[in-house]
């Protein structure tokens, strides 16, 4: 593979697909298209984010389960999962990405399986205890602040049942020193390129999985991509 295509190259990992995602540098280009976000999304990650939607559904989606996807966006991972029989709330503070989804879940006869909400994480505490066996965010903690991340991890562990899992993909910081300036020294300038058009920009996670240990979950798998860049990480509840 040569040297440019290694950004967003696939590895096989006994069964699983890990991936590494700079191109993700990219998403708040996608969110200001909303419209175009999932053939972007797709082009973007040479079809790999639709596939750890996938993966998800297939290892932890169980029909008639209550699933939760925070920062939902144009709603895959909603339909995906409702598709499998879950019960799925969404919710996304952008309005221009839940009208896509709206559309998709009205398209896919899925009204009563999916109920999404215009809402940021901030609202997550109207949510009620123990109401989710299931609660997924992929590429949103990279836009979220430390404080909402520990926020929103708190409120996961709130409102999850007792035998409630966490799935969170996303883009993260490599853990070593090689890898990190490696990272850095790609991101950086595709960075500046987002954040010259949208006047915003996204944070690979760091010490996701300090974080979420300390909101109380235990930590069952944390998958990274060979160069680092990409978490995909499941946490139980710690009493489960
Ligand atoms: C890159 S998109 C990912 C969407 C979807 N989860 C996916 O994997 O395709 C990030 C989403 O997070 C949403 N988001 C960002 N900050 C948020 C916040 N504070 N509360 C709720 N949603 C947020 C954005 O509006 C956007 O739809």
Redesign the pocket.
């Known amino acids: 593979m040569a040297g440019g295509q290694r950004a967003f190259c696939l590895r096989k990992q006994g069964t699983e697909d890990v991936e590494t995602m700079f191109n993700?540098v990219y998403?708040?280009l996608?969110?200001s298209q909303?419209d175009r976000?999932?053939r972007g999304?797709k082009w973007l990650s040479l079809g790999q984010?639709e596939t750890?939607?996938r993966r998800i559904v297939a290892e932890y989606v169980i029909p008639g389960s209550r699933m939760l996807?925070?920062?939902?966006?144009?709603g895959?991972?909603a339909v995906l999962a409702a598709q499998k029989g879950a019960q799925v709330t969404a919710?996304?503070?952008?309005p221009g990405?839940l009208a896509v989804a709206r559309r998709k879940v009205v398209a896919g006869g899925l009204a009563e399986r999916i109920e999404l909400h215009e809402?940021?994480?901030?609202?997550m505490g109207t949510f009620p205890e123990a109401s989710f066996d299931l609660i997924?965010?992929?590429?949103?903690f990279?836009?979220?602040s430390y404080d909402?991340q520990t926020y929103v991890l708190s409120q996961a562990y709130r409102i999850l049942t007792p035998a409630g899992r966490v799935v969170i993909?996303d883009e993260a910081k490599p853990e070593s020193v090689c890898k990190r300036a490696f990272h850095a020294a790609v991101r950086v300038p595709l960075l500046l390129i987002t954040f010259a058009l949208t006047q915003t920009k996204?944070k690979a996670v760091v010490d996701l999985e300090r974080l979420v240990s300390q909101a109380g979950f235990k930590i069952q798998n944390a998958e990274r991509s060979r160069l680092g860049s990409f978490l995909y990480l499941l946490a139980v509840k710690e009493n489960a």
């Open positions: 993700y998403m708040k996608l969110e909303p976000y999932d999304i984010s750890v939607k996807d925070i920062g939902c966006g144009t895959t991972l919710f996304d503070i952008s990405m809402r940021g994480v901030a609202g997924t965010a992929t590429l949103v990279s836009e979220l909402e993909a996204t």
